[in-house]
């Protein structure tokens, strides 16, 4: 059963929804690549992406995945309850990209980084790492310790880089044809990029996907993505 691919952990959040990490947890693969999709509820390209990606391969369905030996972990949902509820924060009005225990958490500076404010769409949180969603994100690269990290978000069309992904964004970039962005053009104090690719220097890459199109015309570029991490 080493290789096989299946659900590792999993956790429920205040709604009651559970929170999943598939993968395999093999020790015969050196590295380890993680990609997240639904940050904010209101972003849900990542989920469908990922979760075709595993009908593809047949992670869902077979234990003899033809890349089970490979290191490729997925969290498809993390934050299920803004996504059931519509919003981009979670079921406490956290944006979960702005609750990470950064040594810029909590920072106010600008509209896009309200972090003290329960009342903005950028609330940081009581705490960095205060809710349940940050902490299963969390423990897991502790626990598995991912050599490469693939957040997907959107509207804005960029490859956006944290730590030292720059050889990666640019590979990602000649794929999807979205331009390289060291930065996302405004301060995130808190933010997930910050925690994993600045302090942690993880590479750490957010794809921001075009949301004006069907999703399903992001389903090539983004195959190709994961593919090139096995």
């Not at 059963?1 to 093999?26: A, P, V």
């Not at 904010?40 to 234990?63: A, N």
Request: with cysteine; net charge negative.
């Amino acid at each position: 059963m080493g290789n096989d691919f299946r659900i590792l952990k999993t956790t429920k959040t205040k709604l009651g929804n559970e929170i999943q990490l598939i993968g395999n947890n093999s020790s015969n693969t050196n590295k380890i690549s993680l990609v997240i999709g639904v940050f904010h509820g209101d972003e849900p390209q990542g989920k469908f992406l990922i979760e075709e990606y595993l009908k593809k391969c047949g992670m869902l369905h077979t234990s003899k995945s033809p890349i089970a030996r490979k290191g490729l972990l997925f969290i498809p949902c993390l934050n299920p309850d803004g996504m059931q509820l519509g919003q981009r924060t979670n079921a406490n009005g956290v944006d979960l990209n702005r609750n990470f225990p950064t040594k810029n958490w909590g920072k106010n500076q600008g509209d896009n980084a309200t972090c003290n404010d329960s009342n903005s769409a950028y609330y940081g949180g009581t705490s960095g790492g205060s809710e349940i969603e940050t902490q299963f994100l969390i423990d897991t690269i502790n626990e598995f310790k991912p050599d490469k990290i693939l957040t997907l978000h959107a509207p804005y069309k960029v490859v956006n880089y944290d730590g030292p992904a720059q050889e990666w964004a640019e590979q990602i970039s000649k794929i999807i044809n979205y331009p390289v962005e060291a930065s996302i053009g405004y301060p995130t104090p808190g933010s997930f990029g910050t925690y994993a690719g600045v302090e942690k220097q993880i590479q750490t890459i957010t794809l921001e996907l075009d949301e004006e199109i069907p999703v399903e015309q992001l389903v090539q570029p983004a195959f190709e993505i994961f593919d090139k991490l096995l």
